[in-house]
């Protein structure tokens, strides 16, 4: 059932005026509750992952493309995110394209710091190589923290020699860990999420004694040239975060980067993750965005799914 973004937003609100209050580890288990408000698809199940060293699954729908997988990097601000929060935004994007996905748990902050989440992002990446699939058919898709964290793994994957995956998806991606961006401020009443004080806690608890500046921590000031996937990154204009995108959008495009960012007015942090008209609309464009990229690679055009199932 589609529900108004206005009765979301206040439920969101409520939310996490408690939840913040908490100690991390009650803040973790309140996110998970939080999330999973919205429920999953009946049409996806998931199957757990043991051989790698980190908690992992996969998220399958009934009707999907054996050949091609969608590879989910979890947000949370590096200090929060599981397998069973993840499931709330990857299973109806994986649903609603035909994607089976790989969700994995890295290592969260404070009690493992930078560059720890990177190198197992690099462990979860190759593992999915060592099963046969391609990466050019291969998506990778970042939420909020997660975001920033795929175009930190880009760069690092550049620096190693890793063959890059079919495209990159990124919504609302934290790319500045220096917390300078004016939206910080210009928005930190408008969105229901997020906070500067929240990011600038989890900041700190992440890099430790590293510098924000170092562009594997904050991808904004990374180098990138055309051996970069293609990027669609998504945001809405009341986020906190809304200035990271803005800007991640210019650093790409002017690096050469086929990067296209799209701005949902009035949506807040994550928006995609609800069931709401402007998450299914979001979704769709994902969709397309993918299967656009699939089909420059191999000219095999669209998978259907057949109809609607955010």
């Not at 998931?46 to 790698?52: A, G, H, M, T």
């Not at 998806?169 to 300078?180: F, G, N, Q, R, Y």
């Not at 004080?197 to 000031?221: G, T």
């Not at 397309?288 to 057949?306: H, I, N, V, Y």
């Amino acid at each position: 059932m589609i529900v108004k973004s206005e009765v979301v937003e206040r439920t969101i609100r409520t939310a996490q005026h408690i939840i913040h209050k908490m100690p991390l580890d009650n803040q973790r288990s309140g996110q998970t509750v939080l999330f999973n408000v919205r429920g999953i698809p009946k049409e996806v199940h998931s199957e757990p992952i043991k051989d790698l060293s980190m908690t992992a699954e996969w998220v399958i729908p009934e009707v999907h493309d054996d050949r091609k997988i969608i590879f989910y990097i979890h947000g949370g601000g590096y200090g929060m995110g599981d397998l069973v929060s993840s499931r709330a935004l990857i299973s109806p994007i994986a649903n609603y394209c035909g994607l089976k996905a790989i969700s994995f748990e890295y290592r969260l902050a404070p009690e493992h710091h930078f560059p720890a989440p990177i190198e197992d992002c690099a462990e979860a990446y190759l593992y999915t190589l060592s099963l046969g699939y391609e990466p050019k058919n291969i998506v990778m898709l970042g939420d909020s923290a997660g975001g920033g964290l795929m175009f930190a793994f880009v760069q690092y994957m550049k620096q190693h020699r890793y063959e890059m995956p079919c495209c990159c998806v990124a919504l609302s991606p934290w790319t500045d860990l220096t917390i300078t961006s004016e939206t910080y401020n210009e928005m930190d009443r408008a969105d229901p999420l997020l906070s500067a004080d929240v990011l600038e806690k989890f900041a700190e608890d992440y890099m430790d004694d590293d510098s924000p500046l170092n562009p594997l921590i904050s991808p904004v000031f990374g180098s990138y040239d055309e051996t970069c996937p293609p990027v669609l990154i998504q945001v809405g204009d009341k986020e906190v975060l809304y200035g990271d995108s803005v800007r991640m959008n210019e650093v790409l495009q002017k690096c050469g980067v086929d990067c296209k960012l799209e701005v949902y007015p009035n949506m807040f942090h994550i928006f995609q993750l609800w069931r709401i008209k402007e998450a299914e609309i979001a979704i769709d464009f994902i969709d397309d965005f993918m299967q656009s990229k699939f089909a420059l690679k191999d000219g095999d055009g669209k998978f259907e799914t057949g109809e609607k199932l955010v």
